[in-house]
Each structure stands twice: as structure tokens, then as C-alpha cells.
T-cell receptor
Framework: EPEVTQTPSHQVTQMGQEVILRCVPI?????FYWYRQILGQKVEFLVS????????KSEIFDDQFSVERPDGSNFTLKIRSTKLEDSAMYFC????????????FGPGTRLTVL | KQEVTQIPAALSVPEGENLVLNCSFT??????LQWFRQDPGKGLTSLLL?????REQTSGRLNASLDKSSGRSTLYIAASQPGDSATYLC???????????FGKGTMLLVSP
């Protein structure tokens, strides 16, 4: 079965640096999401993306965050100036209406901000 | 705002036991409900999806039920095995939205 893939699996960065997390969605899926999970806490929604634009975003998704689909296959999350509290597991998810809107998650990128 | 609660937070059982994990939610206007499995430090694996019009779904030893009127879902695991040890997450897709709201999960440990 096709899978969502994410790179890198682990990213360590210094506070204030920019990071880009990458996701390759399942082919033919049209809806893309980023979620994050701070250690020991719930999985939280960040942003959803459809038809090359943001469709929804949470209050977490401030001006430091951006998403894009640069080449029609990858889906990226950029954090411009990382903070210590950005340390978390970041999950990409994709969805198709043809599977009852089931969301499929990637393996995640563990971001550690020092 | 949808709130999702999972009880218990942790559960330890001997191998072979049947067990039930609980999920409750405050807003019954849901489109579907998904149960996920998460292994330590890993991603989320979708186990079962129940549409709002359905009462239950089954996959192998797993059975998930949904009672929208009472705001509850249960995940039943039959004949538990050590390989079932993981955290189980309940997540809801609200009608009119495209985002999932997650519970905090139940950490299950099945001992041999």
C-alpha cells in the first residue's frame, strides 16, 4: 500500500535557525496536513493545504511557519526562526475523499532545537 | 470546540486478555472517527475508521464501535498479544472541517 514519506527522520538545529521539513504525499491524494506532537502531549493540527493554498490553520501556525508544494510532489513545512518550544515530532498527513476522508500519516520528523 | 478524552491513560494486561479502550468526545457533529496506533518515537498507523453513520468496524482482532448520541467510541482488542503494546489514539474529524482532533491516547502494555 502506498505510504506517506518524510525526511529527515531527525533534525537537530540551533535556536534561530531555519528548518525545512519535507513530505512526499501519497500519489493522487489531494489534501495535505501538518500536525505536531510535543513530547508527552496530544497530536495537534498545524495547517491544511488543498489546491495549492492553505485551507485551514491553527493558532500555532503563526508567521514563523509556512508551507508549500514546490514541485508538485513534495510538500514542505518551513520554520523560519526556530524556538526551543518548536521541539516536537512533526507529522505530515494526506487524505483522499475516496477513502471516506481517512487520513494517512507519515513516520514523522523529530525536530530538536538547542 | 471539540474535546477528546481517552480512558484509561495506561493499561497493563497479561497476554491473551480481551480489553476495551475508551474514547469520549464533546461534539457529536462528527464526520468520522479514526483509531490509530503509535509505537514509541514512531508515526501513526491508522487501524480503523468509522463513518458517522456507522455503528462499528472490524479488522482482525480489533473492533471499534461508535455511539454519537452519547459521544463515545470503544476499541475492543481480542486475545491481546505482546505485539499489541503501543499507544492507541482516537481522533475525530468534525463535520465541516478537515482537521483531526486527537485524544491523548491510552498506553497499552501486554506482558507475555
Amino acid at each position: 500500500e502506498p505510504e506517506v514519506t518524510q525526511t529527515p527522520s531527525h533534525q537537530v538545529t540551533q535556536m534561530g535557525q531555519e528548518v525545512i521539513l519535507r513530505c512526499v504525499p501519497i500519489s493522487n491524494h489531494l489534501y495535505f496536513y501538518w500536525y505536531r506532537q510535543i513530547l508527552g502531549q496530544k497530536v495537534e493540527f498545524l495547517v491544511s493545504f488543498y489546491n495549492n493554498e492553505i485551507s485551514e490553520k491553527s493558532e500555532i501556525f503563526d508567521d514563523q511557519f509556512s508551507v508549500e508544494r514546490p514541485d508538485g510532489s513534495n510538500f514542505t513545512l518551513k520554520i523560519r526562526s526556530t524556538k526551543l518550544e518548536d521541539s516536537a515530532m512533526y507529522f505530515c498527513a494526506t487524505q483522499t475523499p475516496y477513502r471516506n476522508n481517512e487520513q494517512f500519516f507519515g513516520p514523522g520528523t523529530r525536530l530538536t532545537v538547542l | 470546540k471539540q474535546e477528546v478524552t481517552q480512558i484509561p491513560a495506561a493499561l497493563s494486561v497479561p497476554e491473551g486478555e480481551n480489553l476495551v479502550l475508551n474514547c469520549s468526545f464533546t461534539d457529536s457533529a462528527i464526520y468520522n472517527l479514526q483509531w490509530f496506533r503509535q509505537d514509541p518515537g514512531k508515526g501513526l498507523t491508522s487501524l480503523l475508521l468509522i463513518q458517522s453513520s456507522q455503528r462499528e468496524q472490524t479488522s482482525g482482532r480489533l473492533n471499534a464501535s461508535l455511539d454519537k448520541s452519547s459521544g463515545r467510541s470503544t476499541l475492543y482488542i481480542a486475545a491481546s498479544q505482546p505485539g499489541d503494546s503501543a499507544t492507541y489514539l482516537c481522533a475525530l474529524l468534525n463535520s465541516g472541517y478537515s482537521t483531526l482532533t486527537f485524544g491523548k491516547g491510552t498506553m497499552l502494555l501486554v506482558s507475555p
